[in-house]
């Protein structure tokens, strides 16, 4: 266990460095795939956390969207300042995810992953006719936080993407050390045997939903990130293609590892720009990458990493 510990660390610890460093030396384009890629791993560690406890949910953008949309409708709309919006949107996530799992924690497996899509499919036809949000069209306009008390300038591209590599990392560590909690053993105890919890005198239902609740609080800290970084607000954020991205990079870099959330999301964004600018029809590309990847790599890059150190730590102790 120490050494699995010890190698997703490193892996962590060696995405940091990388990241740091092509975002000091990147231009302005990479410095915007930079931004996208660490909003996208803080939107799959949020998916990460929940699959904790043995959940895994195909309506995630819904949650993602509420973040989005409460950020743009209290700047834009109501005049707030963006700081209260941003608490605000956060707070809005957990509530959203709160009153959603009320019913959908009831449920498991392909049961629980119908019933979250359903409900991200339904905020966005509400979205997507909304008048306010300027339905279909989306909505411009979208300020970012304003630190310049501290000096800080978001609007510069640079600061920004390092600013959400900050809260990447940020949100990354909190998660570590929730999983290393009393809290964070009994969601993998969950995720193991729920039964065998349940026999045991653990509240299931309760430790899932404060699972669900917390996912949906860092799902809207991307989606409120998300808006600042494009300045645009559209109903494709809720999308259910939204949700299979980021789905497909917590896979991709292995489920339940936390780690893998943010590998994977920085594999998926550049791999998409790679192909996209130098193929035609590169869907087609990603999609056979990503089956080779699902077939030789079952439990994701970081969890082939850790099954070789396993095995290579068993033949060590062999006679």
């Known amino acids: 266990m120490a050494r699995r510990n010890v190698i997703r660390g490193s892996i962590g610890v060696l995405l940091l460095v990388v990241a740091l460093a092509g975002q000091r030396l990147a231009g302005f384009f990479a410095q915007e795939l930079i931004a996208e890629a660490a909003i996208l791993a803080i939107f799959a560690l949020s998916l990460d956390l929940l699959a904790t406890c043995g959940l895994v949910s195909l309506g995630h953008a819904g949650l993602l969207g509420v973040g ?138 309760l430790y899932r939903l404060a699972a669900f609740t917390a996912s949906g609080a860092l799902a809207a800290v991307a989606g409120a990130l998300k808006v600042q970084h494009t ?15 980021v789905l497909i990079a917590t896979v991709i870099g292995g489920l339940g590892t936390l780690v893998g959330g943010p590998l994977g999301a920085a594999i998926l964004v550049f791999l998409k720009d790679a192909l996209s ?27 082939f990493a850790l099954d070789f150190a396993t095995r290579r730590e068993r033949k060590e102790r062999a006679p």
Not at 135 to 146: E, F, K, N, T, V
Not at 231 to 245: A, E, M
Not at 277 to 302: E, K
């Open 231 to 245: 300045n645009f607000l559209s109903p494709d954020l809720v999308s259910w293609f939204v949700s299979g991205d």
């Open 68 to 205: 989005a949309y409460a950020f743009a409708g209290l700047t834009v709309l109501a005049g707030v300042a963006p700081g209260l919006a941003f608490a605000a949107a956060v707070i809005g996530g957990a509530v959203a995810a709160f009153l959603v799992g009320l019913f959908a924690i009831r449920t498991s497996g392909a049961f629980f992953i119908m019933v979250t899509l359903a409900c991200a499919e339904m905020f966005y036809s509400w979205v997507f006719r909304n008048r306010a949000f300027n339905g279909a069209d989306g909505m411009g306009g979208i300020p970012r936080l304003d630190l310049s008390a501290i000096g800080v300038d978001l609007n510069d591209p640079r600061v920004f993407s390092l600013s959400a590599i900050c809260v990447c990392v940020a949100v990354w560590l909190l998660l570590e050390l929730v999983s290393a909690s009393p809290f964070g053993r009994t969601l993998d105890a969950i995720r193991q045997n729920p039964h065998r919890v349940v026999a045991l005198g653990g509240r299931v239902y």
């Open 277 to 303: 600018t130098n193929l035609g029809h590169w869907y087609l590309f990603l999609g056979a990458i990503f089956a080779f990847v699902a077939l030789a790599m079952p439990r994701g890059v970081v969890g």
